[in-house]
C-alpha cells in the first residue's frame, strides 16, 4: 500500500509568482485534501476535492485553486504569491464516506521572498 | 461549527513520566475525534481515532485517549515518556457535512521530553 506523495519537498518562489504543487493520493483513496500550516500553527483546511470537484472549502481567497484527476492525484496552484503564504503545505487523502482519519504527505516546504 | 481547544502549547515531561496532552473540542453534532503526531520536517501521522463505541481508545507507540462527553474532551496520555516521543502533537475534530468530513486541527502541544 502506497502512502501519499507530495512533490516537490521544497521550492523558493518570488513575491507575485504562480506556484503548482503536486500530491499523489494513498491507493484506494477518493478523497484529497490540502492544508496550509505556517510555523508554530496547526494545519488550516484550503480545499477539498472528491470525483474531481471542488466539495469544501476554508477560508482562503481564489487565487487558492485546485484539480483532482481521474487517477485522484491532485493539484494545489497559488496565484500572485505574498509573502504570508510561505509556509507547509499538506496533502491528505481519504476515503469518502469513512471518516477514518486522513493520510498525509510529507508536505512541500514553500518560501516567498 | 467544530473546534478544537489545545492546553498548553508546550508540554515538558522527563523520560520515564507520564504524559499528558490536552484536548477540548466544540462540536454541534457527536464528533469523530484524532491526534495526529508530526516529527520535524514531517507530515502528520494517525495516532489514534475516536468514531464510536469504546470510549477508551488505544493508538500506536503506547498513546492513548479518553473521550469525555460531559467534558467535552479528548486528552492524550501515555504511562511512560521515552525520547522518541518528542514531537507536535495534533487533536483534531470532524463532523459529517454534505457526505464529507473535513477535520479541523487544534494549534498544536509541542511534547519536549527531558533525559
Known amino acids: 500500500e502506497t502512502g501519499v506523495t507530495q512533490s516537490p519537498t521544497h521550492l523558493i518562489k518570488t513575491r507575485g509568482q504562480q506556484v503548482t504543487l503536486r500530491c499523489s493520493s494513498q491507493?484506494?483513496?477518493?478523497?484529497v485534501s490540502w492544508y496550509q500550516q505556517a510555523l508554530g500553527q496547526g494545519p488550516q483546511f484550503i480545499f477539498q476535492y472528491y470525483r474531481e470537484e471542488e466539495n469544501g472549502r476554508g477560508n482562503f481567497p481564489p487565487r487558492f485553486s485546485g484539480l483532482q484527476f481521474p487517477n485522484y492525484s491532485s493539484e494545489l496552484n497559488v496565484n500572485a504569491l505574498e509573502l504570508d503564504d510561505s509556509a507547509l503545505y499538506l496533502c491528505?487523502?481519504?476515503?469518502?464516506?469513512?471518516?477514518?482519519?486522513?493520510?498525509f504527505g510529507s508536505g512541500t516546504r514553500l518560501t516567498v521572498v | 461549527a467544530q473546534s478544537v481547544t489545545q492546553l498548553g502549547s508546550h508540554v515538558s515531561v522527563s523520560e520515564g513520566a507520564l504524559v499528558l496532552l490536552r484536548c477540548n473540542y466544540s462540536?454541534?453534532?457527536?464528533?469523530?475525534l484524532f491526534w495526529y503526531v508530526q516529527y520535524p520536517n514531517q507530515g502528520l501521522q494517525l495516532l489514534l481515532k475516536?468514531?464510536?463505541?469504546?470510549?477508551l481508545v488505544k493508538g500506536i507507540n503506547g498513546f492513548e485517549a479518553e473521550f469525555k462527553k460531559s467534558e467535552t474532551s479528548f486528552h492524550l496520555t501515555k504511562p511512560s515518556a521515552h525520547m522518541s516521543d518528542a514531537a507536535e502533537y495534533f487533536c483534531?475534530?470532524?463532523?459529517?457535512?454534505?457526505?464529507?468530513?473535513?477535520?479541523?486541527f487544534g494549534r498544536g502541544t509541542s511534547l519536549i521530553v527531558h533525559p
Open positions: 483534531a475534530v470532524s463532523e459529517e457535512e454534505g457526505g464529507s468530513y473535513i477535520p479541523t
Open positions: 491507493s484506494g483513496h477518493n478523497t
Open positions: 475516536y468514531t464510536t463505541g469504546a470510549t
Open positions: 462540536s454541534s453534532v457527536p464528533p469523530y
Open positions: 491528505a487523502s481519504s476515503l469518502a464516506s469513512r471518516n477514518y482519519g486522513y493520510t
